[in-house]
């Protein structure tokens, strides 16, 4: 790791020769026997920027990564905006995704990629139904495929609307309502223009015509400010973003349009449900849609474009989705409909599986998996996904009231250094998941065709085992931290009453979820700080976290498509997904 605070640590420890591996020396003590305290800009790594006051600089690198056309150079200054992220201790990795679910065996052709993403038009049941029976989650934030941000409504945005890409069973994008796309040369500013021909006749769900206009239309109101929306600076690399996008469609089957620079990754944008056709008439038919632009969508019967369409909603409970006749590929849809029970209580997710309720769940509860495992069920499912689950600090949370930007960087760096992530992975997540060391996740495309990180060892901003492999000296590196923060400690090695920790963990329901909190609270008490552990509703969690409304959060990011911009840019200022509120000093106006 490229912190250096190991070589400082030998200068900051008690008097007493700490058992902190072969290369600690002697601390250095005043005349007084007083202990010397570092400075906590000495502790931080050089990549260190102010990520309130000084997030200007990570947003321009941002903007910078987009618009180089050096793929080699691109790279380099992708592993420089994860140094800067990394250095401030507000994202908190704590392994790499895998994603576990349950189908029943008489199941066959729902298919789900790295990003999280199940499609069910191709399913196949052999019980003689053609009525799929599904959990996904609990009450969707979001239908509008331009305002989701989670991956539940991703997946019913891809079961309930189509783009101009899509991707196959083999995790591939391929054509949906496009039939094929060029690119022009790179003109003297380095921008580009892309040509889609979209495929002729296609239709919304009411029967009315869909064409490259309606791309243009939701395209614009996607990158529009006044819509909010969250995955709206996944528009940025378009000339004119945000509000005079340069999107045009030329005549009823052909769209075109102009990036800042070329972009490898755009057939995967194509497939992200933020660049999915919704339709204006319906849109602005809801009474409120300028200042509700989600509004349109938030009962049954809403016009759609995809193998399925939503008929029946009752609100946090279940939800009716039918096969879509107006749908390009309709003949290919193999089930009539689908339920969606609506819940987030694991528990009682697992017993209606089991008492054959449901045909597929997409969470298990901790307690059973072990079960599972060791019987080998075959209907518990462990596939690859690609993206890190971590915890998040809200950097202008009142837990750093009073301290400097460094000080409050060592604060959450301790934090960071106490959990013990094996624990974490063996105990709670049980299927093989992999300690994280960094934000990035293994196995990630570099975007110049080789991989980001390789090895969970490779390009590792903390030793992930350190708390397990030499405990003593974590501890002991975790006081550095908090000293150098203005925090005192007892002579039991724990905060000193004088300068206490109390903070509140923000998570929503799921006992995966609330069985990390619990095992981090227990590390963090190692140090005697202090933490309760806050459960809301899914909803509510989703606002909470997105309003800064916390201390110190649960989060997890699955790629939206393979290339680690996509990590790096959810935190620019103005992003909807930067969670940690960097750049949002007060005041701040997006």
């Not at 495929?145 to 069973?169: E, I, Q």
């Not at 495929?199 to 206009?213: F, N, V, Y």
């Not at 920790?501 to 140090?527: C, K, P, R, W």
Request: with cysteine; glycine share 6%; charged share 20%.
């Amino acid at each position: 790791m490229k912190k250096f605070l190991a070589l400082l640590l030998v200068a900051i420890m008690a008097l007493t020769v700490a058992a902190c591996g072969p290369t600690e020396e002697p601390t250095n003590v005043s005349d007084g026997d007083v202990e010397e305290i570092p400075a906590a800009a000495d502790l931080l790594d050089d990549a260190f920027i102010d990520p309130i006051n000084g997030w200007s600089v990570y947003d321009e690198l941002i903007a910078q990564i987009k618009a180089e056309t050096d793929y080699a150079k691109r790279t380099e200054l992708m592993h420089q905006a994860e140094d800067i992220l990394m250095s401030n201790g507000c994202v908190i990795p704590l392994y790499y995704y895998n994603d576990i679910y349950m189908e029943k065996d008489y199941v066959s052709g729902m298919y789900s990629n790295l990003f999280g993403y199940k499609f069910f038009q191709n399913v196949v049941l052999a019980n003689d139904s053609d009525t799929l029976r599904i959990n996904l989650a609990s009450e969707p934030d979001y239908l509008d495929p331009a305002l989701n941000s989670s991956v539940d409504g991703a997946c019913l945005a891809v079961n309930s609307f189509a783009g101009l890409y899509t991707y196959d069973a083999e995790g591939n994008t391929v054509p949906d309502l496009a039939v094929d796309y060029t690119v022009s040369e790179p003109a003297e500013d380095g921008s580009v223009t892309f040509t889609v021909n979209l495929k002729e006749d296609l239709m919304w769900s009411d029967g009315s015509a869909l064409t490259a206009a309606d791309f243009e239309y939701s395209w614009k109101r996607a990158a529009a400010e006044a819509t909010a929306s969250d995955y709206g600076y996944m528009f940025s690399t378009f000339v004119g973003y945000p509000n005079e996008l340069a999107v045009t469609a030329l005549d009823d089957t052909t769209l075109e349009f102009s990036l800042t620079a070329p972009c490898a990754y755009m057939e995967g944008l194509m497939a992200f449900p933020t660049f999915f056709p919704v339709p204006q008439a319906a849109v602005e038919a809801y009474e409120d849609w300028e200042v509700s632009p989600g509004g349109w969508c938030t009962e049954a019967g809403f016009v759609s474009n995809g193998p399925f369409v939503c008929t029946a909603w009752e609100h946090d409970v279940s939800m009716t989705y039918e096969k879509n006749p107006y749908y390009h590929n309709a003949d290919s849809v193999t089930v009539e409909t689908i339920e969606f029970m609506l819940s987030a209580d694991d528990t009682a997710i697992y017993a209606a599986y089991n008492a054959g309720d449901v045909d597929i769940i997409d969470t298990v509860p901790t307690d059973e998996i072990q079960n599972l495992l060791a019987t080998e069920n075959k209907e518990f499912k462990i596939i690859d996904n690609l993206g890190t689950y971590y915890v998040a600090f809200n950097a202008n949370s009142e837990l750093f009231a009073g301290k400097t930007p460094e000080e409050a960087a060592c604060m959450r760096l301790a934090f960071n250094i106490l959990i013990d992530r094996d624990y974490i992975c063996e105990n709670v997540g049980q299927t093989g998941q992999v300690a994280a060391s960094s934000y990035i996740p293994l196995g990630m495309a570099d975007g110049n065709g080789g991989i980001f990180k390789e090895t969970a060892e490779a390009n590792s901003y903390y030793d992930v085992y350190g708390i397990n492999n030499d405990k003593e000296a974590t501890l002991e590196k975790a006081r550095t931290y908090l000293k150098a923060a203005g925090f005192k400690f007892g002579e039991d090695g724990k905060l000193s009453a004088e300068t206490p920790i109390v903070i509140e963990y923000l998570t929503n329901d799921g006992t995966g979820h609330v069985a990390a909190a619990e095992s981090m609270q227990q590390d963090f008490a190692e140090l005697g700080i202090s933490m309760s552990i806050q459960q809301v509703e899914w909803n509510t969690f989703l606002e909470e976290r997105k309003n800064g409304n916390f201390d110190i959060a649960r989060e997890g990011w699955l790629a939206d498509f393979d290339d680690p911009i996509n990590m790096l840019e959810m935190f620019a200022t103005s992003s909807g997904n930067n969670d940690c509120q960097f750049g949002r000093y007060e005041g701040w106006d997006a």
